[in-house]
């Protein structure tokens, strides 16, 4: 998964030169298109003018060479149409582009020229139109360009005006335009030469200063939103960073990401994570991104032998612009062989310390700038607190392991005895050790009573410890049919609650739905096992319990609801904690380890459920369980898991 | 019913105790090995018909190896001559914890599994059914 969407890469991994370049570029390639556009206009303006004026104004002009230059303009404008075509087809580099736009304006001053010509040549009022071809040729062409086209046109007309004036090239008024020729009066020629002159040059020089001023601009936004877009990519490194943090505590995988995204956000070749050691005098690679086995494999990194790592694990930032010549490298040639010539290298640091270093690594020389500094800083300043994070988290991991297994060593110690003992009561008051006196069988009898609720605690406990063990999957749930499962523990319940004189009812919403649901049987059979023995427990004969089951907004809803004692107003923010039981409860049951809803919460939240209570005392409760439906390919198999034979070990 | 000899391996001399007192006043003759070792040489001299069997001895599953010894299926096994012999197989192993077991065919050839404390009534009922 890459940080960088594909188009923004691209526009950064070339270097700013490219974008400058592509948007200038991308000008001329749509101004040749324009101009383009123009000369149809144009051609056809020619031909209209020329039209008009001889048949409306009935003015007298060289009509058919007028209609030939607008034709021959659309001709040629014809030609660059198909070559832009063919270019654009082409994809072809810009200097044919230029080519084509030198060829368009060269031939329009031409035409231009003989248009000029033949409407009167130093008379005629065509001459304005040249000022339109000075103004695009300046903001397409660079100055110089745009000047040589400018002079060009002087010397165009000022050409045609003296080979009229001297009588070399005959002159070709608009009949009727004019009282008197003015193309052999002097003052009026050189007047007018130097006036156009002057013009087309002041015009050239404005259009070309604007010009070079709004490209001045467009670079300035140009390398604007570049580092606009560097920030941006490097802004959500830096955020994937932070989520990468917050989210893995896998160290590994923290590590892997952070170089990935640092190299990519820099835009540079490669980046690591190095590690000290136990002894704290190597540093280890433990993240690398973009440089080659061989490289990683010229020797220890030793913080004894290597400069750049003393000055860097003492907490300053490092950047060594050309390993070639840095003293501070301790392999300059392999450097040199991978095609490293820049590095920057940033602490990893804890309260108590170094702990590595992170380092950018680049194959330009001078490569990274301050701003690049800060950056590796910040990610480094991430890493640490990922590392700190991980290493707590395991640590944290590894005491509640230990702690759940000296549980479990302790319950198991505490249960083997407890059984013993009631199997030896058991011998005695099933009478196979003689007969007892009734007092003595009562006696006894009331001990094995203790020994068995004391037995029900202790498996309680070790059930606590080993769902907290289970925390780290070792039991691999699968799905559950629930109908299957709640079918079992109604028909479990049904002798005691006749005897108890408590209707019990089963109402199945599943509409033939088995209700998968992701878990383990004895999980599933503990959650509801303790939620109708509660039920039944509290829930005074003539009394009712209902189990249902139903899909409510696609998962799966159990309820258990009695019309028992209820729990106590104060008690219900309690009845989930450890130990507790409400007071209610103690008076009608005085045995109960305040355990089973506990361990009822606990395997559900483990699956995904909830389980919420409502409750009025004496009136009843409801216990609603929410788990979510397993969305198997098919349900058959979940509904059969439930009568395959239990596996010897799970 | 009488004459019947049943063999108890278990190291807790209290449990083999309250396992013995029903099995003798209900007519059987009843034997007791402390561990796996004692209760395999038991099986070769005393020839049970019927055993009970401790999961958890010197080790946590010492109980599933014997069972495995006797009932194996291979043909030169050394106790190939007990391989009918019905195996009662006890657990204090609670049946949540990640260590649960369950009479399997494949994994483990015993014929009935009790969780203890065993409720001598229930034991005798089913020795009874197990030898006929």
Same mark, same amino acid.
């Given at each position: 998964m890459s940080l960088i969407p594909e188009g923004k890469e691209k526009l950064l991994k070339p270097g700013a030169m490219n974008a400058r370049r592509s948007l200038v570029e991308a000008e001329l390639v749509s101004s040749v298109g324009w101009m383009i556009e123009l000369r149809w206009i144009a051609g056809a303006g020619v031909l209209l003018a020329t039209w008009v004026v001889e048949n409306l104004f009935r003015l007298d002009a060289a009509e058919w060479p007028l209609y030939a230059i607008g034709l021959t303009i659309l001709a040629y404008n014809l030609v660059f149409y198909l070559q832009k075509r063919l270019l654009n087809h082409r994809a072809a580099p810009i200097s044919a582009y230029y080519r084509l736009a030198k060829w368009q304006v060269a031939l329009d001053w031409l035409a231009i020229t003989l248009l000029i010509y033949f409407s009167g040549g130093i008379e005629s009022p065509v001459i304005f139109f040249f000022f339109f071809h000075i103004i695009i040729a300046s903001i397409l062409f660079p100055p110089r360009t745009a000047f040589g086209f400018t002079l060009l046109a002087i010397v165009l007309l000022t050409g045609t005006a003296l080979l009229e004036y001297f009588g070399i090239l005959p002159h070709s008024p608009i009949g009727g335009f004019l009282e008197s020729p003015l193309y052999q009066n002097g003052l009026y020629v050189s007047a007018m030469l130097l006036f156009f002159s002057s013009t087309a040059l002041i015009t050239a020089y404005l259009v070309t200063s604007i010009q070079e001023r709004l490209r001045a601009r467009e670079e300035d936004v140009v390398n604007l939103s570049e580092s606009l877009q560097r920030a941006t990519v490097r802004l959500q490194a830096l955020n994937e960073g932070a989520r990468t943090v917050g989210s893995t505590l896998e160290l590994a995988q923290v590590f892997n990401r952070l170089v990935r995204t640092t190299a990519e956000a820099m835009g540079v070749q490669a980046c690591t994570i190095r590690l000290l050691d136990q002894s704290g005098q190597r540093l280890e690679p433990v993240a690398v991104y973009g440089l080659s086995q061989t490289y990683l494999n010229k020797g220890p990194v030793e913080v004894e032998s290597n400069a750049l790592a003393r000055q860097v694990l003492s907490g300053k930032i490092v950047n060594v612009p050309d390993v070639i010549n840095s003293p501070l490298i301790q392999y300059p040639e392999e450097a040199k062989q991978e095609g490293i010539r820049s590095m920057l290298s940033a602490p990893l640091a804890n309260m108590e310390g170094p702990l590595g270093i992170l380092r950018a690594y680049a194959v330009e020389p001078n490569r990274f700038t301050p701003d690049d500094e800060a950056f590796l800083a910040a990610i480094a300043a991430q890493g640490s607190i990922a590392i700190e994070n991980a290493l707590a988290y395991q640590a944290v991991a590894a005491l509640e392991q230990s702690k759940s297994q000296f549980v479990r060593m302790v319950t198991h110690e505490l249960r083997s005895p407890v059984s013993v003992i009631r199997s030896l009561l058991r011998t005695l008051t099933g009478g196979f050790a003689g007969g007892l006196t009734p007092q003595q069988k009562d006696i006894l009898e009331r001990a094995a009573h203790r020994a068995e609720f004391l037995q029900g605690l202790i498996d309680d406990l070790l059930d606590m410890a080993a769902g907290k063990a289970e925390v780290r999957g070792r039991e691999t749930p699968e799905p559950v049919a629930l109908r299957t499962s709640l079918e079992k523990i109604v028909r479990r319940f049904e002798v005691s609650a006749r005897e108890k004189d408590i209707q019990l009812e089963w109402i199945d919403r599943s509409d033939d739905d088995p209700v998968a649901v992701l878990g383990t049987k004895d999980g599933i059979d503990r959650i509801f096992n303790n939620l109708v023995s509660n039920a039944m427990k509290y829930t005074p004969p003539e009394g009712k319990v209902t189990v249902r089951l139903a899909r409510v907004n696609g998962e799966a809803q159990v309820t258990i609801e009695d019309t028992g004692i209820g729990v106590p107003e104060d008690a219900m923010q309690h009845l @989930?904690?450890? @130990?507790y039981r409400a007071p209610n409860a103690k008076e009608m049951e005085r045995e109960g380890t305040g355990l089973g809803l506990t361990i009822v919460k606990d395997l559900i939240t483990r699956m995904g459920g909830h389980i919420s209570v409502k409750s009025t005392q004496n009136v009843g409760s409801q216990f609603t369980v929410t788990l979510p439906i397993h969305q198997d390919e098919s349900k058959q198999d979940a509904g059969e898991a439930q009568d395959q034979p239990q596996n010897a070990m799970a | 019913m009488t004459n019947k000899k049943i063999l108890i391996i278990d190291d807790d001399p209290d449990q083999r105790l309250s396992l013995r007192l029903p099995l003798e006043s209900a007519g059987f003759s009843v034997h007791e090995a402390a561990n796996s070792a004692q209760g395999l040489v038991a099986v070769k001299q005393?020839?049970?018909?019927?055993i009970i069997l401790d999961v958890m001895m010197d080790t946590a599953t010492a109980g599933f190896q014997v069972a495995l010894d006797l009932h194996s299926a291979d043909p030169t096994s050394n106790y190939k001559e007990f391989r009918k012999t019905p195996i009662i197989m006890l657990t204090a192993i609670h049946s949540t914890t990640p260590l649960r077991f369950a009479p399997d065919d494949d994994y483990l050839p015993v014929e009935v599994f009790f969780e203890k404390p065993v409720d001598p009534d229930v034991l005798l009922a089913k020795i009874r059914e197990l030898l006929g």
């Amino acid at each position: 998964m890459s940080l960088i969407p594909e188009g923004k890469e691209k526009l950064l991994k070339p270097g700013a030169m490219n974008a400058r370049r592509s948007l200038v570029e991308a000008e001329l390639v749509s101004s040749v298109g324009w101009m383009i556009e123009l000369r149809w206009i144009a051609g056809a303006g020619v031909l209209l003018a020329t039209w008009v004026v001889e048949n409306l104004f009935r003015l007298d002009a060289a009509e058919w060479p007028l209609y030939a230059i607008g034709l021959t303009i659309l001709a040629y404008n014809l030609v660059f149409y198909l070559q832009k075509r063919l270019l654009n087809h082409r994809a072809a580099p810009i200097s044919a582009y230029y080519r084509l736009a030198k060829w368009q304006v060269a031939l329009d001053w031409l035409a231009i020229t003989l248009l000029i010509y033949f409407s009167g040549g130093i008379e005629s009022p065509v001459i304005f139109f040249f000022f339109f071809h000075i103004i695009i040729a300046s903001i397409l062409f660079p100055p110089r360009t745009a000047f040589g086209f400018t002079l060009l046109a002087i010397v165009l007309l000022t050409g045609t005006a003296l080979l009229e004036y001297f009588g070399i090239l005959p002159h070709s008024p608009i009949g009727g335009f004019l009282e008197s020729p003015l193309y052999q009066n002097g003052l009026y020629v050189s007047a007018m030469l130097l006036f156009f002159s002057s013009t087309a040059l002041i015009t050239a020089y404005l259009v070309t200063s604007i010009q070079e001023r709004l490209r001045a601009r467009e670079e300035d936004v140009v390398n604007l939103s570049e580092s606009l877009q560097r920030a941006t990519v490097r802004l959500q490194a830096l955020n994937e960073g932070a989520r990468t943090v917050g989210s893995t505590l896998e160290l590994a995988q923290v590590f892997n990401r952070l170089v990935r995204t640092t190299a990519e956000a820099m835009g540079v070749q490669a980046c690591t994570i190095r590690l000290l050691d136990q002894s704290g005098q190597r540093l280890e690679p433990v993240a690398v991104y973009g440089l080659s086995q061989t490289y990683l494999n010229k020797g220890p990194v030793e913080v004894e032998s290597n400069a750049l790592a003393r000055q860097v694990l003492s907490g300053k930032i490092v950047n060594v612009p050309d390993v070639i010549n840095s003293p501070l490298i301790q392999y300059p040639e392999e450097a040199k062989q991978e095609g490293i010539r820049s590095m920057l290298s940033a602490p990893l640091a804890n309260m108590e310390g170094p702990l590595g270093i992170l380092r950018a690594y680049a194959v330009e020389p001078n490569r990274f700038t301050p701003d690049d500094e800060a950056f590796l800083a910040a990610i480094a300043a991430q890493g640490s607190i990922a590392i700190e994070n991980a290493l707590a988290y395991q640590a944290v991991a590894a005491l509640e392991q230990s702690k759940s297994q000296f549980v479990r060593m302790v319950t198991h110690e505490l249960r083997s005895p407890v059984s013993v003992i009631r199997s030896l009561l058991r011998t005695l008051t099933g009478g196979f050790a003689g007969g007892l006196t009734p007092q003595q069988k009562d006696i006894l009898e009331r001990a094995a009573h203790r020994a068995e609720f004391l037995q029900g605690l202790i498996d309680d406990l070790l059930d606590m410890a080993a769902g907290k063990a289970e925390v780290r999957g070792r039991e691999t749930p699968e799905p559950v049919a629930l109908r299957t499962s709640l079918e079992k523990i109604v028909r479990r319940f049904e002798v005691s609650a006749r005897e108890k004189d408590i209707q019990l009812e089963w109402i199945d919403r599943s509409d033939d739905d088995p209700v998968a649901v992701l878990g383990t049987k004895d999980g599933i059979d503990r959650i509801f096992n303790n939620l109708v023995s509660n039920a039944m427990k509290y829930t005074p004969p003539e009394g009712k319990v209902t189990v249902r089951l139903a899909r409510v907004n696609g998962e799966a809803q159990v309820t258990i609801e009695d019309t028992g004692i209820g729990v106590p107003e104060d008690a219900m923010q309690h009845l @989930f904690e450890e @130990f507790y039981r409400a007071p209610n409860a103690k008076e009608m049951e005085r045995e109960g380890t305040g355990l089973g809803l506990t361990i009822v919460k606990d395997l559900i939240t483990r699956m995904g459920g909830h389980i919420s209570v409502k409750s009025t005392q004496n009136v009843g409760s409801q216990f609603t369980v929410t788990l979510p439906i397993h969305q198997d390919e098919s349900k058959q198999d979940a509904g059969e898991a439930q009568d395959q034979p239990q596996n010897a070990m799970a | 019913m009488t004459n019947k000899k049943i063999l108890i391996i278990d190291d807790d001399p209290d449990q083999r105790l309250s396992l013995r007192l029903p099995l003798e006043s209900a007519g059987f003759s009843v034997h007791e090995a402390a561990n796996s070792a004692q209760g395999l040489v038991a099986v070769k001299q005393g020839i049970p018909d019927l055993i009970i069997l401790d999961v958890m001895m010197d080790t946590a599953t010492a109980g599933f190896q014997v069972a495995l010894d006797l009932h194996s299926a291979d043909p030169t096994s050394n106790y190939k001559e007990f391989r009918k012999t019905p195996i009662i197989m006890l657990t204090a192993i609670h049946s949540t914890t990640p260590l649960r077991f369950a009479p399997d065919d494949d994994y483990l050839p015993v014929e009935v599994f009790f969780e203890k404390p065993v409720d001598p009534d229930v034991l005798l009922a089913k020795i009874r059914e197990l030898l006929g």
